[in-house]
């Protein structure tokens, strides 16, 4: 597919690569998505189409049968950089939708641990006493994984790293009911939560209400173990500017797995 696109001459690269993402949403491909940055020799858009699958697309210039500057899109056969596995991830949006059809979600929050590095005070967990970096989980009601989020340093607690990725107001506006532990206290939305306190101070009800809820939340530690069960998570290594991209290539890999099954 060759489309020449004088009109729109006068769009930078960043410009035009999400005017193209745009195109694609109109005709047909709802999760089309910008990856890569501008200029860059990858792909530039990727989306999954009903009918074609994987579609990946790279924008760049062209003298041919058009004046220097001209941009043309090709549909990539075989020309376009590598597409990372992060990119073809689930967005939070996506897992939403997913979520909406079941009656509700878990959400817990894992520490990915990493080797001491010289800034070691935002990584150090004061809850797990060790580095690592904190990485939000959603699954269904059997501890299936649905999604994970970007890596966060340690030492943001679980109920701050799910408000800066927008994991309760996207939940809140779905009206999507979800259950999480006492790391969330002061959640609100549609996140619900143990009540606090020692057990001995408890009424006989709150009690009963708290081990009720332990037994549905015990099922997300299956989502967290999804992720842990690869080895390369187990003990990081690498750049923790790397781990997000690490993760989300997990997640696609899973999913991938599990549509195949």
């Avoid at 999954?48 to 056969?77: D, E, W």
């Avoid at 996506?94 to 070691?120: H, M």
């Avoid at 150090?124 to 299936?144: A, I």
């Amino acid at each position: 597919m060759r489309l020449a696109l004088n009109d729109i001459d006068v769009m930078d690269d960043q410009s035009f690569e999400f005017a193209l993402r745009d195109l694609m949403v109109r005709d047909g491909c709802p999760t089309a998505r910008r990856v890569g940055q501008a200029g860059d020799q990858c792909a530039d858009v990727i989306a999954s189409h009903p009918r074609y699958g994987h579609v990946v697309i790279q924008a760049k210039h062209t003298t041919v049968s058009a004046k220097v500057g001209s941009y043309v899109m090709y549909q990539v056969n075989g020309t376009a950089g590598p597409v990372l596995l992060a990119a073809l991830a689930p967005t939070l949006d996506q897992a939403v939708r997913a979520a909406s059809r079941k009656a509700y979600v878990l959400l817990d929050g894992t520490l990915l641990p990493i080797d001491r590095i010289a800034t070691d005070r935002p990584f150090y967990s004061g809850k797990h006493k060790k580095h690592g970096m904190n990485v939000q989980v959603l699954s269904d009601p059997f501890g299936r994984l649905l999604w994970a989020s970007p890596a966060l340093p340690g030492a943001i607690h679980d109920v701050r790293a799910a408000r800066e990725h927008g994991i309760i107001n996207a939940l809140d506006q779905a009206h999507i009911p979800c259950w999480a532990d006492k790391g969330y206290l002061g959640a609100r939305g549609t996140v619900r939560v143990p009540f606090r306190g020692r057990w001995q101070m408890l009424s006989a009800g709150q009690q009963a209400v708290n081990r009720s809820q332990a037994k549905i939340r015990a099922l997300v530690e299956q989502a967290m173990a999804t992720l842990k069960n690869w080895r390369l998570l187990r003990r990081l290594r690498c750049s923790t500017t790397r781990i997000t991209s690490l993760v989300q290539a997990v997640l696609t890999l899973h999913h991938a797995n599990s549509t195949a099954g």
